[in-house]
């Protein structure tokens, strides 16, 4: 772990000096995580690619404004990539605003999950609104408050907070299909 | 974190172990290529601005240059001007002031000459007079002829005088033809009364 460390501090540094090896070890290094958030957000692998080279680019390009003391690696990659993400997501529709109060607690029913796999759990996610499915992964996945999710996707809270009581009714009705 | 509900907690799980697309290399090819894009836009853009930048330093040497060329250019002109104003300032006023005087002095000898010994006093005061505007004239000779004409007016009552206009007043022609008077053909004499025999002149 330490010298997993230390090889990612050396490549940083390679980085900042723009040489094209140690920007090449960085990413292969980061890949599959980068890579599991990209196709969170993403509809397809192709968009997933695009997300990922948009962001390496990003990340290669202001790998100088990284500050090692303020936060790990990971987390500054993986906020470069949500904004990516979700840059890519209001490209594709537009976040329209829904104002309410407060939001609707679906009926939760312990669905038998485990028989579902990974694949078609992700189906599922890509067949919600691409505003929904956003809030969704920014809420339950990546652990962003409504706050947070407003700020970034520039809504009010009470959006964000209909968004995901969306997600959550739509899912539990796929979910009941499948099961 | 966030609550969630236990299938959505089932769902974070089953979303970790998801397979990755074998796409690595293909992604790296495309990034490589936009680095290589942005690094010859990035070198573009400082080429670019060292040109701008010489440019700019050029242009402030030329204008600095431009600059001392039109200070040195506008002191030359301004003393050729100011040389050429003194060389015609003594030409213009000597002349112009003693031709004036001089006018001014024959006029007077004439009109002296042409009146009667009878007006001398009123002659006196009135040469008294002229003395001291001659010395006014000497100073301010562009002048001189304005002021004169009312001074000689009131001393020469005598209608047998000559009066002659000063040399220096030119007369100016209307340059609008007037619409003569009264009926064509019958003058101002036409009107006055003439006496057919003259008795008492016989008598």
């Known amino acids: 772990m330490q010298q997993n460390a230390a090889e990612i501090t050396t490549l940083i540094e390679g980085c900042k000096k723009r040489e094209r090896k140690a920007q090449e070890l960085l990413y292969r290094n980061l890949y599959s995580f980068a890579m599991c958030i990209a196709m969170r957000y993403a509809r397809d692998e192709a968009d997933a690619a695009d997300i990922m080279s948009h962001a390496f680019v990003k990340i290669f390009k202001y790998i100088n404004t990284y500050d090692s003391t303020k936060g790990v690696l990971h987390a500054w990659v993986k906020k470069i990539i949500v904004h990516e993400g979700l840059d890519y997501l209001k490209n594709r529709s537009k976040i329209e605003e829904v104002e309410i109060e407060e939001a609707e607690q679906p009926l939760v029913t312990n669905l038998a999950i485990e028989n579902v796999s990974a694949k078609e759990i992700m189906l599922l996610l890509k067949q919600l609104p691409p505003a929904t499915h956003a809030v969704f992964v920014l809420y339950a996945v990546d652990g962003y408050t409504h706050r947070e999710i407003a700020d970034r996707l520039h809504i009010s809270e009470g959006t964000s907070k209909w968004h995901l009581s969306e997600a959550r009714k739509q899912l539990q009705k796929k979910l009941s299909v499948i099961i | ?203």
Do not use: H
């Not at chain 2, 089953?14 to 697309?21: C, D």
């Not at chain 2, 304005?146 to 007369?171: G, L, M, R, Y």
């Open chain 2, 1 to 203: 974190m966030n609550n969630l509900l236990p299938y959505e907690e089932q769902i974070v799980e089953k979303l970790a172990e998801l397979p990755l697309p074998n796409l690595q290399d293909a992604i790296w090819a495309r990034i490589e290529n936009l680095l290589d894009a942005d690094d010859a836009l990035d070198s573009n853009e400082t080429a670019e601005e060292q040109i701008i930048t010489e440019t700019r330093t050029g242009r402030t040497v030329f204008n600095k240059k431009m600059i001392v060329l039109l200070v040195i250019l506008a002191l030359v002109i301004s003393i050729i001007l100011i040389k050429k104003q003194r060389n015609a300032q003594p030409q213009r006023q000597q002349p112009a002031s003693t031709d004036s005087v001089e006018k001014v002095e024959v006029n007077m000898i004439k009109e002296q000459s042409d009146i009667k010994k009878t007006d001398l006093p009123a002659i006196q005061k009135a040469n008294a007079k002229t003395s001291d505007t001659n010395q006014q004239l000497r100073v301010t000779p562009d002048t001189s002829v304005t002021q004169i004409t009312p001074i000689f007016k009131p001393p020469v009552p005598d209608s047998s005088v000559k009066k002659e206009q000063p040399a220096a007043i030119p007369v100016k022609k209307d340059s609008v033809t007037k619409k003569p008077k009264g009926v064509p053909g019958i003058s101002d004499a036409d009107y006055r009364m003439k006496a057919i025999s003259k008795d008492s002149i016989k008598n």
